[in-house]
């Protein structure tokens, strides 16, 4: 099963497709992740989307694509992929159809996280991550702290605040959302493969019970 998680940032969409990864054994594939990675460890790749990451900009889409054509192409990905992140242009998801229909494979679902606006730049501030890539754990000060202070429950790292995570970089990146990705609701509803579930302090729906109810959903289709 094909699974795209839409959203705007700090809508929970890592966390939740962590959860479904772990419940239905497929693997999670995090645009953001795997930049995050090259970042850290000084490539090329890495280089190229830090300047646009920092500047809270989305990465071009021919180098995004490209990433994740490759990853496609891994084997643990042939019983199909949670896809967190991706694709978050027009373009890119004409591409992800066309890359899926060669292998005969299609998108499934796409999970649409709504949260309020005025939620959301409190959550990505709270936000800290642990800082181990192999464990990845997301935490919030506010909604759900560690344990320990600055230490991830899981694995004991460090936490560290993601450096695009500031109120600057923020107002960009939602306005990013909103331009270029948000057409993609109606694109997948179009394809009548969107459900939409909303994430919400207000209405006491966080990332553990959205994941609940979508795995109840995903049973009935
Ligand atoms: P968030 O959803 O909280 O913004 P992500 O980890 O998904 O966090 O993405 C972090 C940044 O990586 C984005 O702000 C963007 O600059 C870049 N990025 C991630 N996925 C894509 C994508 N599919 N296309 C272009 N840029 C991307
Ligand atoms: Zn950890």
Redesign the pocket.
């Known amino acids: 099963m094909n699974i795209i998680m839409l959203g705007a ?2 809508t929970g ?2 966390t939740i497709a962590g959860i479904l990864s772990g419940e239905l054994g497929i693997p999670q594939i ?4 795997i ?2 990675k090259n970042i850290k460890e000084g490539t090329e790749l890495g280089k190229l ?1 830090d300047s ?2 920092s500047k ?4 071009p ?1 021919d180098v ?1 694509i490209k990433i994740v054509e490759d990853r496609l192409n891994q084997p643990d990905a042939k019983n199909g992929v949670i896809l ?6 027009v373009v ?1 998801a004409d591409k992800l159809k066309e890359i899926l229909a060669n292998k005969g494979e299609k998108v499934d679902i796409t999970i649409n996280l709504v949260t309020p606006e005025e939620e959301l730049i409190e959550r ?1 501030v709270n936000r800290r991550v642990c800082s181990n890539q192999e464990c990845k754990a997301v935490y919030n000060l506010v909604l759900h702290p560690p344990k320990v202070e600055g230490k991830c429950d899981k694995c004991g790292s460090e936490l560290i605040t993601r450096k ?1 995570d500031n109120v600057e970089t923020v107002k960009s ?1 939602l306005e ?1 959302y909103f331009t270029a990705t948000s057409p993609l609701v109606e694109y997948y509803e179009k394809e009548g493969v969107l459900y939409t579930e909303t994430v919400s302090q207000s209405i006491n729906k966080l990332g553990e019970v959205v994941a609940k109810e979508i795995l109840e959903h995903l049973k009935e289709i």
């Open positions: 940032p700090g969409k890592g995090s645009t953001g992740d930049f995050r989307a646009y990451i809270g900009q989305l990465v889409d995004t967190d992140g991706f694709p978050r242009t890119q990505i695009d990146r990013q």
